[in-house]
């Protein structure tokens, strides 16, 4: 899923980073999506996404030795921390009145599976 809203910069496959998805955003960022297993539909070149919209799957296309997904962000043109670099963000929607309810319930059953020390489905699947 797209951290932000912005525009596709590029969709490519090679023999090293695998299928890789890369987002640009407001303020310099440019976020990176790699070794994805595949592209969601309609993901091109200059396409529009919204936040939290499905870019592609989760993988290990590439040199990756399992499946999993390297994110990636940069700032005019560096390498920066996401995690640092997302404090300075604005944040996002907030989850709507009409949907509390569910979203209660959702995070509850992703709570669960996290606090549990292993389980015996791999991904997990939280909603039905």
């Known amino acids: 899923m797209s951290v932000a809203s ?26 990176q999506y790699l070794h994805l297993s595949a592209f969601a539909a ?18 290990a296309s590439g040199l990756a030795t399992g499946p999993h997904l390297h994110y990636g962000l940069t700032k005019n043109g560096a390498f920066v921390n996401p995690l640092l670099e997302h404090r300075n963000m604005p944040p996002g929607d907030p989850v709507p009145a009409s949907e509390l309810g569910r979203f209660a319930l959702e995070q509850e059953k992703a709570l669960a599976i996290f606090s549990t020390s292993s ?10």
């Open 119 to 128: 389980s015996s489905t791999f991904p997990p699947t939280l909603a039905q």
């Open 6 to 31: 912005g525009r596709v910069v590029s969709v490519t496959s090679d023999a090293t980073n695998g299928r890789m998805v890369r987002v640009r955003h407001a303020s310099g960022y440019v976020s």
């Open 42 to 59: 309609g993901i091109h070149a200059g396409v529009r996404v919204e936040q939290g919209q499905t870019i592609g799957r989760v993988g």
